[in-house]
């Protein structure tokens, strides 16, 4: 689990992302970019709302890949607020590089910073307390680790990245294996190194995962009467999530509870892309 502040991406990531977008949009190459002349050419990106900015990397990235001779001056930070009608970054570069990269770098743009915007919002709203926000893996396909990055910038934690560096039993792995005892012995047995997290739907089953010993609860769909008494019972001893459910109108009276974490599919998956939009030629003013 991530809590550090954002770090920036793994280029060979972005790369990786931007070659295939690109390749995806240019296809055989861009052939109304073909009929301009590629001579030099000033433009600009204006939010047309208010956005937590992320996705520079993939941004600038989509331009080096056409025009390694663009220039791009960027006017606010990753991680910033803006309001409507800022001008958040000027370009210039060769014409067609500048054209053909449009759509493809806005569109990784509009689309992290839409996810770091809606995890700032969540974030804000847990702002004097001691519950943290987590997303989950119900990301894009293809953009999980530009996702969880975006959630970082938003103030946000990362839950685990896959079904690889954490072992988290939910009620079918429970079912298989005969008890939540059971379950939780075959993970520490096989996969001593990883942290184990244990989904639990009663008190009943919250007692038997604290005496595994487990790294985290997952509470799920619990009332906030029950919440309270899980974290009375866990008493510091094991860190508490709550999965379902989780709306902003009710993160505060969530929080109240006293539990470490709300997880929040939301954030990456109910994405509404800011609105950015890009010009040639000299921003106004």
């Known amino acids: 689990m991530n809590t550090a502040a954002p770090?920036?991406?793994d280029a060979a990531?972005?790369?990786?992302?931007?070659?295939?977008?690109?390749?995806?949009?240019?296809?055989?190459?861009?052939?109304?970019?073909?009929?301009?002349?590629?001579v030099p050419e000033h433009g600009y990106v204006v939010a047309r709302e208010s956005a937590v900015i992320a996705g520079r990397p993939w941004f600038d990235a989509c331009f080096?890949?056409?025009?390694?001779?663009?220039r791009i001056d960027w006017r606010v930070d990753e991680g910033d607020r803006?309001?409507?009608?800022t001008v958040i970054?000027?370009?210039?570069?060769?014409?067609?590089?500048?054209?053909?990269?449009?759509?493809?770098?806005?569109?990784?743009?509009?689309?992290l910073s839409a996810t770091a915007t809606r995890t700032s919002d969540y974030v804000s709203a847990l702002a004097g307390t001691n519950t943290r926000v987590l997303d989950t893996r119900k990301t894009l396909p293809?953009?999980?680790?530009?996702?969880?990055?975006?959630?970082?910038?938003?103030?946000?934690?990362?839950?685990?990245i896959g079904l690889f560096d954490a072992v988290m039993l939910k009620e079918n792995h429970i079912h298989a294996a005969g008890s939540i005892a059971a379950a939780a012995a075959q993970a520490k047995t096989r996969f001593p190194d990883l942290p184990l997290i244990i989904e639990v739907e009663n008190l009943d089953e919250l007692e038997q995962a604290l005496a595994t010993g487990c790294d985290r609860i997952l509470v799920d769909d619990f009332s906030l009467d029950d919440l309270r008494e899980a974290v009375r019972r866990a008493n510091g001893?094991?860190?508490?999530?709550?999965?379902?459910?989780?709306?902003?109108?009710?993160?505060?009276?969530?929080?109240?509870?006293?539990?470490?974490f709300v997880s929040v599919g939301a954030l990456?998956?109910?994405?509404?892309?800011?609105?950015?939009?890009?010009r040639l030629g000299a921003p106004p003013g």
């Open 7 to 9: 770090t920036a991406p």
């Open 64 to 70: 080096h890949a056409l025009d390694p001779a663009v």
């Open 82 to 85: 803006v309001a409507a009608d």
């Open 142 to 160: 293809g953009l999980r680790l530009a996702q969880k990055y975006a959630v970082r910038v938003g103030g946000g934690v990362n839950h685990r």
């Open 268 to 278: 990456t998956k109910h994405v509404r892309a800011a609105d950015f939009s890009m």
């Open 89 to 111: 970054c000027t370009l210039a570069g060769r014409s067609r590089a500048l054209v053909s990269g449009e759509r493809c770098a806005l569109n990784f743009l509009q689309t």
């Open 237 to 260: 001893r094991t860190a508490l999530e709550v999965s379902g459910g989780v709306e902003l109108p009710r993160l505060r009276e969530i929080a109240a509870t006293g539990v470490d």
């Open 13 to 38: 990531a972005v790369a990786a992302d931007v070659a295939r977008a690109l390749t995806e949009d240019l296809g055989s190459g861009d052939v109304t970019a073909a009929l301009l002349p590629d």
